[in-house]
């Protein structure tokens, strides 16, 4: 987007791409359907960043998500919009949209040299004035640097922009995971593998305080826990951890009361006296869970309806409502959906991305500071700071 704008402003572009085509991690998005962003409302998007939200409104004041929108119809590409206001390509293909980029870049004439990594940037007299690569430097008047994060490295990004910026002197906020399946210390919980839960709140406990809560669907894996309600969950549990004791507590009954609980219980075991515990609790939840909560109910499995004590009733009620897991650590960042953390927002001039420390440098996308949640944010993040970067490189070079 940032090669594409600039071109289309007026700017002689050349584009230095590490692999062997552009657009690898575009074309993974949205398991290949790539959400590419969102209808919410501006206020929305904001507060869908978990940093450095606001770093944002001046550039989603020159590109925003009905721009994003009308760039991709008038190429040919409509949308469609899903639940959360997710937009998609209405061919439901990824492909679709990293092809409507390359016919962008390639209609304004933008070189692409593949298999190109960028080592560095050189600098002179604190200006940017080239790039460094394995054949020669290639100088140019302006430099985007649009490397991307530091996960899913088999597409590319791999973190080197990160470095390349560090040594120019810039800020790096930590990098980290952030939409990331979290591991799980209860050994118990790898039985579970594979079952999906719908319809669950869950909550975010750090140092015994609630710290987020989401409600939808998660997933058992063999190490923990993923999904979507835990991938929005999981920054903010990955900035805990280390520090405090990260809990994710499950309510499996959102919609009822400990009390209400507690009273269905009670109905169930009265009204299926004879029939075992373990039974008559898959009226209640998955027939995987049910050892799991006897076990650490400490209840047998073979007590009857009719044998439940008062003391028991309440122990499986409570776990209903709040079962709690600890989470030991975050799968690691090549397999997060985005890296938190990057070049920090306070060294990058708002309205041209700009680097405030090097002269004719610019960033954009997962480079910046900046990580969205689910539902389109983080490309909308990328598109908007790469038109935005790409049309001041071109106009003040
Ligand atoms: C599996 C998956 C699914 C996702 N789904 C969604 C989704 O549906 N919606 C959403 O909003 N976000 C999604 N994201 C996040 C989104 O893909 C990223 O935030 C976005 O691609 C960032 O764009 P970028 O241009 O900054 O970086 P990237 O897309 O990572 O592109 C960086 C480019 O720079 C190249 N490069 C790296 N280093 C060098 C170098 N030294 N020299 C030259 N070239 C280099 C790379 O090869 C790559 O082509 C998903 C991410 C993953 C991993």
Not at 97 to 122: A, C, E, Y
Not at 332 to 361: C, D, F, Q, R, Y
């Amino acid at each position: 987007m940032a090669a594409g704008r600039a071109a289309e402003a007026g700017a002689r572009v050349l584009l230095l791409e590490k692999m062997g085509r552009v657009g690898i991690k575009l074309a993974l998005t949205g398991k290949g359907r790539c959400n590419l962003t969102n209808s919410g409302e501006l206020q929305d998007f904001i507060e869908s960043y978990r940093h450095n939200g606001k770093f944002l409104y001046n550039v989603f004041s020159r590109f925003f998500n009905d721009d994003l929108i009308a760039f991709f119809k008038e190429r040919g590409l409509s949308t469609v919009e899903e639940r959360g206001r997710r937009i998609f390509p209405a061919s439901q293909r990824s492909q679709d949209v990293v092809q409507v980029l390359r016919d962008f870049i390639s209609s304004h004439g933008v070189r692409v040299l593949i298999h190109t990594p960028g080592r560095g940037i050189v600098v002179d007299g604190g200006r940017a004035v080239g790039v460094r690569t394995d054949s020669g430097i290639f100088h140019g008047r302006r430099l985007i640097l649009a490397t991307g994060g530091a996960s899913y490295p088999q597409t590319g990004s791999s973190g080197e922009g990160f470095r390349m910026a560090e040594r120019l002197g810039h800020t790096l906020q930590p990098i980290r995971p952030s939409l990331v399946p979290l591991e799980i210390e209860e050994p118990d919980v790898r039985d579970l593998q594979g079952l999906a839960l719908k319809k669950v709140r869950v909550t975010l406990r750090a140092g015994g305080r609630k710290a987020g809560e989401e409600f939808g669907e998660m997933l058992f894996t063999h190490f923990g826990v993923s999904g979507p309600i835990i991938l929005t969950l999981s920054g903010d549990a990955v900035d805990q951890i280390g520090r405090q004791k990260v809990e994710l507590s499950i309510d499996f009954k959102p919609a009822l009361s400990g009390e209400q609980v507690e009273a269905r219980l009670i109905r169930e075991f009265h009204a299926h006296q004879r029939k075992q515990i373990s039974t008559i609790l898959t009226h209640l939840l998955p027939h995987r869970l049910v050892p799991i909560f006897l076990r650490r109910a400490e209840i047998s499995a073979d007590l009857k309806g009719t044998g439940v004590q008062s003391a028991e009733r309440k122990r499986l009620g409570r776990l209903l409502k709040d079962w709690r897991l600890t989470v030991s650590r975050p799968r690691p960042l090549e397999e997060a959906i985005v890296t938190a953390g990057g070049v920090s927002v306070n060294e990058i001039h708002p309205l041209t991305m700009e680097s405030k420390k090097i002269k004719g440098l610019h960033f954009c996308g997962e480079m910046i500071d900046v990580d969205g949640k689910t539902g389109g944010y983080n490309l909308q993040a990328a598109f908007s700071t790469g038109w935005v970067a790409g049309e001041a490189a071109a106009k003040e070079s």
